[in-house]
């Protein structure tokens, strides 16, 4: 390992969700600023291979890389907050790492011998960690440990950790986060939970460098100094980290925090310039004072957990900062959305977005939503099969086509305006048949989604089995419905547009995938757009 690289530890005690990925993506943002090239990566200690098949309702949202890996929705924060593409290589979990070992074992790599947790699963761990850096393309990797300190399924992580820590003491740095919980009853912090996630990372060999504490109200010095001295870190490396309003506070309360200047000091880095994050607080002072509000429907069957569509509701936020406006998201269940409740939950909507998902379940409410956005000229915008609903929408309403369905759900329909390519047919195993990842689109230069983007190629990221049936293309276009976005290698659909609705686009991409602070996405901007303008009709 190149002693250029350092490396930095991000581990989570007591409780999961207390928010190791905002900490890591926030220390991130503000090294990037002081001029260091950074990378962050999640390592995350279940056994599935990937989450792309796991339920949302267990996991959240899945995130979906240029490259095509199905990731942590952690990663989407990394890049929301970095503006830098992630990869393959910035999320692994603990099913990739056996299925590497396990391969290397039946293809004789080991030589006989006993394949073991120590060396060579650990090995594999550390070879993974160092895997971004090969190419000394970064000054910092920064390695988020999914779970909690103690859990079983971690142990090997923080192992390898350990290893990493007495193999590369002068590169390699520990911030472990923690809470200090606020007992009503006794009207104090209490700091004993901290105290046992440390010695529990203890137990296991590692020395945390810096603890993050989570906590809903301020750490007095007396405080800090009883957490350094039972925790053995120097006072200045007690951070606080207060609940704040906002994610995109943390950068700057971890600035106040000097955190920053701490993991520098660590690791013996220059301190360059201090960060002036002018773009960032920009955003956060228009976050701040909206000069109006908007009221846009999000319609989509996992709606009791936000984090499901957790990169939708950022790109509203960027893009109602965009518009100097809030964004008052509506979460609507489709599955209890139907003709008899529709107008009273739909028509004071400025603006209707039908959600991506997978299966049956609920896609009679957003076929219902969809029909209501049409005729009631409310601004649209479908995604993936957002957009396939309009698509069977269209065919069922406009062009009286009632069994139009996507084959996904009616295997046996008349009228299969969605279906999967040949080429996905004899695909047995579930993942080998999505195409995921990021695909051009040729756009119509005249079209909404065309003015969005001011330009007529883009790149964006996919994560579907069906397509639009290009057999009926002809038949839509003569009715109403334009493709507005044309793959310029297969010929798919990826874009379709009612052109004299104001404003209806459906995409087969993920759009929400590559909205940042830095770069809102033009097609959130452009909706929300829509929807103030329909607001102010």
């Known amino acids: 390992m190149s002693n250029s690289v350092k490396y930095i530890f991000v581990t989570g005690g007591v409780t999961s969700s ?60 990394y890049e929301r907050f970095l503006n830098v593409p992630t990869s393959q290589a910035n999320n692994i979990t603990t099913g990739r790492i056996y299925q590497s070992v396990i391969e290397k074992e039946r293809k004789g790599d080991f030589l006989g011998k006993t394949v073991q947790v120590i060396p060579h699963v ?13 190419n000394n393309k970064y000054d910092i990797v920064i390695t988020e440990i999914g779970g909690t300190v103690g859990d079983i399924e971690s142990l090997p992580y923080i192992e390898a950790v350990r290893q990493m820590m007495w193999e590369h003491e002068k590169d390699c740095l520990v911030i472990h986060l923690t809470l200090i919980p606020y007992l009503s009853a006794a009207g104090e912090l209490k700091t004993k939970p901290t105290q046992h996630s440390v010695k529990a990372l203890l137990e296991l060999g590692v020395q945390p460098d810096i603890l993050c504490c989570r906590s809903e109200h301020e750490l007095d010095l007396n405080l800090r100094r009883k957490i350094a001295k039972f925790c053995n870190v120097s006072m200045n490396a007690v951070i606080e980290a207060r609940d704040a309003s906002s994610i995109y506070d943390v950068p700057l309360l971890m600035q106040a925090e000097e955190l920053d200047s701490v993991v520098l000091e660590k690791l013996s880095l220059s301190k360059k310039s201090t960060p002036e994050l002018k773009t960032w607080k920009r955003f956060l ?19 009791e957990l936000k984090d499901s569509y957790k990169s939708i509701s950022e790109a509203f936020i960027h893009a109602g900062v965009s518009n100097d406006a809030k964004v008052n998201l509506n979460w609507i269940h489709s599955d209890k959305l139907d003709k008899s409740n529709i107008e009273k939950k739909l028509s004071h909507m400025d603006g209707i977005l039908v959600a991506p998902g997978f299966g049956s379940r609920g896609v009679a409410g957003k076929i219902d939503a969809v029909q209501f956005a049409r005729e009631h ?8 099969l957002g957009m396939q609903c309009a698509v069977i929408e269209f065919a069922r309403n406009v062009l009286n086509l ?49 003015k969005a983007f001011h330009s007529d190629l883009i790149s964006e990221r996919h994560r579907h089995r069906y397509e639009f049936n290009s057999e009926y293309r002809d038949l839509f276009e003569s009715n109403g419905m334009i493709a507005t976005g044309i793959n310029p290698e ?7 547009e009612i052109p004299k609705h104001p404003w209806f686009v459906g995409v087969q991409f993920h ?7 830095d770069e809102p996405h033009p097609l959130f901007v452009a909706f929300v757009g829509a929807a103030l303008k329909n607001k102010k009709k």
């Open 18 to 77: 207390l928010g190791k990925g905002i900490i890591a993506a926030s220390l991130a943002k503000l090294l990037q600023a002081r001029g260091y090239s950074i990378t962050i990566q999640k390592l995350d200690p279940y056994i599935n291979i990937d989450p792309g098949t796991l339920n949302p309702y267990e996991h959240g949202e899945c995130y979906v890389t240029d490259d095509g890996a199905e990731t942590d929705l952690d990663l989407g924060h």
């Open 122 to 134: 650990t090995d594999e761990i550390k070879q993974r960690i160092q895997l971004l850096s090969k």
């Open 285 to 303: 002072k228009r976050l701040r004072n909206p000069k109006t509000d908007v009221n846009i429907a999000l319609i989509g069957k996992y709606v």
């Open 377 to 384: 000229e409310i601004p649209f915008l479908g995604i993936c």
């Open 402 to 450: 009632d069994d139009a369905n996507t084959t996904e759900i009616a295997s046996k329909t008349s009228a299969p305006v969605i279906a999967m390519m040949e080429e996905q047919k004899s695909i047995s195993d579930y993942g080998g048949t999505m195409r995921l990842g990021a695909y051009k689109c040729q756009l119509n230069p005249k079209s909404n989604i065309g």
């Open 490 to 496: 297969t010929g798919l659909v990826e874009v379709v």
């Open 511 to 517: 759009p929400e995938y590559k909205s940042t602070v």
